[in-house]
């Protein structure tokens, strides 16, 4: 979809789909503005299991229930061996416990994608909260069913590390045949999800008005703070720009959503959510696509005044 679609606008597409084509990934991408509401985009309305995005509008909704009195952010909460969710940064990767306030899990659930914070914050805002949330502020299209921890936990009660190659391969056969997924969290009837269009409406919301300023303000900032840079940051990032975004990865997904401020004022959302045809955290070259593919959309929408 795009507005003030021209033949500039379809070859910008055209070169966006080729260079997710090329390093084997499929997927939708949106570029708005945030201001105007112009944009480009393609498949913008396809629904992707959400991966870790689902942090952004998990940590919103704690922020709004602090700030209705229903929550207290310094309330500390203790993480251990029982309850520490797996994943790959921050408290998720601790060997003894640790008590945390609820104001920090926020951070580092954004900042560093910490799955054990996320899923304390799951405990105090599950996903019926977060999803009233999500109707109160007028965003449809996200829809979240069960806390971050569970993509996990379903992956190893299904298999050994030995058998991991072949889930992995099994993950992308489905997606790519259409046939039912080996984990209900990557089925789209029963995963968190999300689609493009969706999540630029949530940025929007926050950065253009939509959602309260005490929620809006530091979701910003947190999201400003994100530690993981390889994605679309190197298209956004520069001295005349500012870059704040989530990523969101898991098994063959890879997603980023974030707003691009330039120094001129214009501010553009920016949403990519790929599957790809290999899995693994670590794809420079599925990263630098993706970067490549928003950046087309960019500087369509921006050159061509849309």
């Known amino acids: 979809m795009t507005t003030g679609f021209s033949n500039a606008t379809g070859s910008a597409i055209a070169r966006a789909q080729a ?9 939708a991408a949106l570029v708005r503005n945030v201001d105007t509401g ?20 998990l940590v919103a909704t704690v922020l709004d229930e602090a700030a209705r009195g229903r929550l207290d952010l310094t309330r500390r909460v203790r993480i251990d061996d029982d309850n520490r969710a797996p994943g790959w ?25 910490d799955n054990a914070a996320a899923e304390l914050l799951h405990e105090v805002a599950p ?12 965003v449809a299209g996200i829809v979240v069913r069960h806390p971050i921890g569970e993509l996990y936990k379903t992956l190893a009660d299904r298999v050994s590390d030995s058998d991991a190659r072949l889930v992995h391969e099994l993950v992308v056969a489905a997606d790519l045949s ?13 995963a968190n999800v999300c689609s ?31 530690m993981f840079q390889q994605r679309l940051a190197p298209e956004f990032t520069s001295e005349s720009s500012t870059w704040s975004s989530k990523t969101g990865s898991f098994l063959h997904l890879r997603h980023e959503a974030g ?10 959302a920016v949403v990519v959510l790929a599957r790809g045809s290999t899995s693994g955290a670590f794809h420079p070259t599925a990263d630098q696509a993706m970067g490549r593919a928003a950046r087309e959309l960019h500087d369509a929408l921006l050159h061509g005044g849309l």
């Open 38 to 57: 112009a944009e480009i985009g393609f498949d913008i309305d396809v629904l992707f299991p959400m991966a870790s995005l689902v942090k952004v509008p």
């Open 89 to 113: 940064t921050g408290i998720s990767r601790f060997t003894q416990p640790v008590d945390i306030a609820l104001s920090d899990l926020l951070y580092l659930s954004i900042a560093a994608s």
């Open 19 to 27: 260079s997710l084509a090329a390093a084997g990934l499929r997927g």
């Open 127 to 138: 996903a019926a909260i977060v999803n009233r949330w999500l109707g109160d502020v007028g």
């Open 178 to 190: 259409g046939s039912a997924q080996v984990l209900p969290q990557l089925d789209v009837a029963a």
């Open 196 to 226: 493009a269009r969706a999540f630029a409406d949530l940025l929007t919301s926050l950065w253009a008005g939509g959602i309260e300023e005490t929620v809006a303000a530091p979701v910003r900032e947190l999201l400003g703070a994100n």
């Open 259 to 268: 707003v691009v401020q330039h120094r001129s004022g214009e501010r553009y």
